[in-house]
């Protein structure tokens, strides 16, 4: 899984948004539950911000270098599905 999480140079900054109750959001909290810890072993310096209010849609930001910022709904979807997602943000650069 560690070599999944080596973000991108251009990443600056990673934020997951959630309900910290409602069962949609129930697949994001165990996500980040199991992957946090290797994300952030692996990019002690690159900031990964969990952002949890009541009533909101699961969602990550990605935000690179320039201010660009790129965004993926995470409602609805699996875990292995939510990986993917996040995979593909944190590798992709702009």
Do not use: W
């Not at 990964?48 to 930001?61: K, S």
Request: hydrophobic share 30%.
């Amino acid at each position: 899984m560690s070599g999944k999480y080596a973000f991108s140079q251009t990443l600056k900054e990673v934020r997951f948004l959630f309900c910290q109750t409602a069962e949609h959001s129930g697949p994001t909290r165990s996500f980040l539950a199991r992957a946090y810890p290797t994300m952030k072993k692996n990019n002690p310096q690159t900031p990964i911000m969990l952002r949890e209010a009541a009533g909101t849609q699961p969602r990550v930001y990605a935000r690179y270098e320039f201010g660009q910022e790129k965004s993926e709904s995470l409602a609805g979807l699996s875990d292995k599905e939510i990986e993917d997602k996040v995979t593909g943000l944190v590798k992709t650069g702009i």
